[in-house]
């Protein structure tokens, strides 16, 4: 089934100037970039993004480093787009995630792992909805 997931080109990626070795990783496994663009998020942007987390004891850390740089927020779009990308990116920690993910090849830490991805379609749609109006996104 066709569905559409958010991603999310992290500072830590964007400054090592790696957006298109990224995104040439997601369109090899399938996955097509129906939209894009270069953002500074703003501290609001970013608190809301990472609401979920307030209470956890990384979450100023998190909005700070999310600020600290330019991302690239992206739509994909595939089958299954929501696992296939997760699985693509890799896990959390780059130590524990897969040869050939994402995390793998380009994160530094957990902390700057160089992307985040939707874990569900629901939050795919919360998502791609911060940042996307849906003629911005060219299937």
Avoid: C, W
């Avoid at 909005?63 to 997760?86: C, F, I």
Wanted: aromatic share 6%; no cysteine.
């Amino acid at each position: 089934m066709t569905e559409r997931t958010f991603s999310i080109i992290k500072p830590d990626a964007t400054k090592r100037n790696l957006t298109g070795k990224i995104n040439a990783v997601i369109e090899d496994a399938g996955l097509r970039i129906v939209a894009q663009r270069r953002i500074r998020m703003t501290e609001a942007q970013a608190k809301a993004f990472y609401e979920v987390h307030k209470e956890r004891p990384f979450y100023g850390e998190l909005v700070e480093t999310m600020t600290s740089a330019p991302v690239v927020v992206q739509v994909l779009e595939g089958d299954n787009a929501v696992a296939k990308y997760r699985e693509v990116m890799g896990a959390t920690n780059p130590e524990q995630a897969a040869a050939g993910t994402i995390r793998k090849l380009f994160a530094l830490n957990v902390g700057e792992n160089s992307v985040h991805g939707s874990d569900s379609q629901d939050n795919a749609k919360i998502e791609i909805a911060q940042f996307f109006t849906e003629d911005q996104i060219v299937g």
